[in-house]
C-alpha cells in the first residue's frame, strides 16, 4: 500500500471515527482524541515489519491528529451556532497545504518524480538514466570519487555494445528471480566476457550492500538467480569486463513488496 492510499485513507477514517464518536455524544475533545490516534495506532501495526523512517511516520501522524483538530474546531463552532473567524480558518488552511506538500515531497523523495514530470521539467530525460528518488544517507565509506568511470565513459561510447539485462522487472521482496543478460558488440556478434558482475546496493544501509558474478549459459548469454529481501528503493550496478573493454552502468530498482508485482 502506498504512501498516499496510507495518509487519505486515514484521514477518511479519521473523519468517520470522529462523527460516530459524536453520535454517541462523546465531547468534541475526546471524539478528536480518539479519531486522530486510533488511525495512527492502526498504521504503526500495519507497518510494524517495515524499515520506514520517522519522517514518514511524522507525517502520519501529524496528517491524522491534525485532521482531528479540524473536525473538532469545526463541531464546536457549529455546537456554538458562531460563524468562524476568518484568522483560525486561514490557519487551518495552512496547515492543510503544508500537510499535502509534506506528502508530496516525501514521496517524491521515495519513489521519484511521476514520469510525466520529469519529462516536463529535467533536461536530458530522453537520452540518459536519471534518478530523481532519493536513496538514502550515504556511508562514509561510499561517498567516494567516480574518476575512473569518467575516464572510461568516452571509451564505453565507443565500444557500442548490445547490453540487456532482464529480470529484474516486477521484483518482489524475498522472491527468487533469474537474471538473464544478453551482450554483444556494435555488429550483433555474441561477446564473451572475462567477467560479469551485478551489484545491488541500499545507499542509507552499506550492510545490505552485496554482489554477485553472472555465468556463461551460451556464447554472449550470462545468468544469475537474485533475491533481495528488503522492499524499497536500490541501485544496480553492472560491470563486465573483456580484454582491456570495460563497460559500467547503473539503474535504479524498486522492490515491491513480497506477494506484489
Known sequence: MSMTET???????????FLIARQFRLSSYWSATLAGLLPFGAYLAFVFNDSLGGDVLAIHFVVFIMTAAVMAVFSIASGKKEKMHWAPKLIIGFFVVLAISMAWFLSIAMYGLPDWMAKAILPGITTETVH????????????????????????????????????????????????????????????????????FMRMANVKDDHALQLQAAEPGVYKTEVRLEDKGKWLVELHI???????FTKQALVVAESGKK
Request: aromatic share 6%.
Open 7 to 17: 495518509l487519505f485513507g486515514g484521514m477518511i477514517a479519521v473523519v468517520l471515527i
Open 241 to 247: 569486463e573483456h580484454g582491456q573493454d570495460v563497460w
Open 132 to 199: 530523481t528518488g532519493f536513496p538514502g544517507s550515504i556511508p562514509h565509506d561510499e561517498n567516494k570519487l567516480y574518476a575512473d568511470h569518467q575516464a572510461h565513459v568516452e571509451a564505453q561510447r565507443q565500444l557500442n555494445w548490445q547490453v540487456d539485462l532482464q529480470g529484474l522487472e516486477g521484483i518482489a521482496a524475498g522472491a527468487t528471480r533469474t537474471l538473464t543478460l544478453t551482450l554483444k558488440d556494435a555488429q550483433g556478434q555474441p561477446i564473451v566476457a572475462d567477467r560479469v558482475m551485478l551489484g
